[in-house]
């Protein structure tokens, strides 16, 4: 049993497992440079709508925004800024610029994820 440990290597271990996950999952490719700037673009727009009033009343959500990692992790936290855009702009307002927002998604997220809201909001 200990040679078995001792064979075994933890941190090369865990990021094979993770792309394994990731490639199950579809997402096993780095972005392109296209698609690091649409990403960052698409950051800076939800971070601009939120801005100082969410910036000083929502900092939880603007962190999440600002050091989301993965174009995933700005899709999931749509739903907290629109609350907070609807609270600040009143909800057809809100509505009309989450809109705006999430057609910038297309063609980013794997369609498994986006075929429930499908843009739905267009």
Known sequence: ????LSSFNMPTFVPQLKSSCMALLGLSQSPSKDALW???AIR?????ELGDYGDRKFPATVRRVRFA???QG??????EVMAIMSNTYGESV???KMSDISVKFVGLLPKSITKSTALRMR
């Open 44 to 48: 800076e727009l939800m971070l601009s």
């Open 74 to 79: 700005l899709w999931y936290a749509r739903s």
């Open 69 to 71: 990692t993965d174009v």
């Open 1 to 4: 049993m200990r040679s078995l």
């Open 94 to 96: 809100a509505r009309k």
């Open 38 to 40: 649409r990403i960052e």
